[in-house]
Nanobody, 122 residues
Framework: QVQLVESGGGLVQAGGSLRLSCKAS????????SSWYRQAPGKQREWVAT???????NYAESVQGRFTISRDNAKNTIYLQMNSLKPEDTAVYYC????????????????WGQGTQVTVSS
């Protein structure tokens, strides 16, 4: 079994920066796809960014140029660097990973983190 645990959320003023981390633990062979999503109060969960093996990341238009997704494979940790934050970035941020586990090398399993709150004040 695999767990994803996020950290790094908090309260920041508009224009500030935060770095979210998502640590994957368990019987991991490989993290295939890493993504971040967010959900603001009263809204549906929306996609923020995705990183697959070997690319530089894809981003929602609303965060393009301000957010950067990255991954440290040695630490099984996914990051989201958020710069120039805006009040509309306020949301609970969730990490997602499609993981190949040691117990089943031919399959890929989806996992979600528990979420971390990001609040941007104006």
């Amino acid at each position: 079994q695999v767990q994803l645990v996020e950290s790094g959320g908090g309260l920041v003023q508009a224009g500030g920066s935060l770095r979210l981390s998502c640590k994957a633990s368990g019987s991991i062979f490989r993290i295939n796809v890493s993504s971040w999503y967010r959900q603001a109060p009263g809204k549906q969960r929306e996609w923020v960014a995705t990183l697959t093996s070997g690319d530089s990341g894809n981003y929602a238009e609303s965060v393009q140029g301000r957010f950067t997704i990255s991954r440290d494979n040695a630490k099984n940790t996914i990051y989201l660097q958020m710069n120039s934050l805006k009040p509309e970035d306020t949301a609970v941020y969730y990490c997602y990973a499609a993981i190949t586990e040691l117990r089943a090398p031919g399959r890929v399993y989806p996992y979600w983190g528990q979420g971390t709150q990001v609040t941007v004040s104006s």
